[in-house]
């Protein structure tokens, strides 16, 4: 079993940068394919990063690609997701989650709280 708390959601202004934490209790995080959704109420969750437990390979959402990066720091058992160039419709609730399935598209069983972010002027 494994749970995940994430942190470092905030206000911060259009161009601006936050670092999203998902830190994990329980297990070991290496072990697990870590994604990062997002959810604004009323709309669908969306799937915007993921890394992989077997070889760290990511992947990103059209919407958030070459402005968003996920990484792994094993020692602190956490998953981090670096964004910069934020924009307002990146507002929303950030989640981490965790899967023990290494195929695509896996089922992800594990979820943090969230965490909120909002972009404004």
């Known amino acids: 079993q494994v749970q995940l708390v994430e942190s470092g959601g905030g206000l911060v202004q259009p161009g601006g940068s936050l670092r999203l934490s998902c830190v994990a209790s329980?297990?070991?995080?290496?072990?697990?394919?870590i994604g990062w959704f997002r959810q604004v109420p009323g709309k669908e969750r969306e799937g915007i990063s993921c890394i992989s437990a077997t070889d760290d390979s990511t992947w990103y959402a059209d919407s958030v690609k070459g402005r968003f990066s996920i990484s792994r720091d094993n020692a602190n058992n956490a998953v981090y997701l670096q964004m910069n160039s934020l924009k307002p419709e990146d507002t929303a609730v950030y989640y981490c989650?965790?899967?023990?399935?290494?195929?695509?598209?896996?089922?992800?069983?594990?979820w943090g709280q969230g965490t909120q972010v909002t972009v404004s002027s």
């Open positions: 329980g297990s070991t995080l290496a072990y697990y394919g």
């Open positions: 989650a965790a899967t023990q399935q290494q195929r695509p598209n896996p089922e992800y069983d594990y």
